[in-house]
């Protein structure tokens, strides 16, 4: 039996977890929903969009501070409380998926975004910038399964996979990327879309910092 103080302890843990949960399960449900409505439209640009994918990525934020917090509680807890918590195996499962369902949500979101634009613009007889979205989007979504698998392959031996610094650039990056690249600067009615060559520009940075992030956290891996 566990004293009342343990219980409560062990009750905030899983709610600052499953709160952090939900709010990755809540990018990955909405990343297809957002696809479709840009496939579906000819002008998709608007700042609504650029709104709603902005409060979409800012969960991510959120979803960290949720994590922070339930990791913070476990630091402090007693032997004991310790105990009780790795005693839930549904919480204690929930909190070793964490980080990676955390990485999924903002993937899939990303990957979803340009893969809808590509196609999108492709229709739209804009061709040339389709494809540099498509490609560069191609090359990113194979090298995030290569360390996917990777990192996998690490876990399994016991070693711990975390995002290196150069994987957050990358991702700040994408994200400034596609905001851009929802926002009414970059639709067709605009004389001379500027946001293209911004999005196009960030998309060929967004391979760059891929390609070495990937070789960075692949090296960390062999190397832990």
């Known amino acids: 039996m566990h ?33 479709q409505h840009v496939i579906s439209n000819e002008e998709y640009q608007s700042w609504g969009m650029v709104g709603l994918l902005g409060t979409l990525y800012a969960t991510d934020k959120l979803d960290g501070y949720f994590a922070s917090k339930r990791a913070s ?13 790795e005693s839930d195996e549904k919480l204690m499962q929930a909190i070793v998926q964490g980080g990676r369902k955390d990485d999924k949500a903002d993937k899939t979101l990303t990957h979803a975004i340009f893969l809808s634009i590509a196609v999108r613009e492709s229709c ?55 905001l851009v690249a929802v926002a009414p600067i970059t639709a067709s009615r605009e004389k001379k879309p500027a946001g293209r060559k911004i999005v196009a520009a960030g998309m060929i940075g967004g391979v760059i910092l891929s390609i070495a992030s990937g070789i960075d956290q692949i090296r960390s891996l062999k190397s832990s």
Do not use: F, W
């Open 124 to 178: 739209n007889t804009n061709v040339a910038y389709g494809l540099v979205v498509a490609g560069s989007d191609a090359i990113m979504y194979g090298r995030d399964k290569l360390v996917g698998y990777a990192r996998d392959k690490a876990e399994a031996k016991g070693k711990k996979g975390d995002a290196r610094k150069l994987g957050k650039y990358k991702q700040g990056l994408l994200v400034a990327t596609a």
């Open 73 to 85: 509680l476990i630091d402090r807890a007693s032997d004991r409380e310790k105990s009780a918590i």
């Open 3 to 35: 004293n009342r103080e343990t219980v409560e302890l062990k009750n905030q843990v899983a709610h600052y977890q499953y709160t952090a949960d939900a709010l990755c399960d809540l990018r990955t449900d909405v990343a297809p929903l957002l696809a």
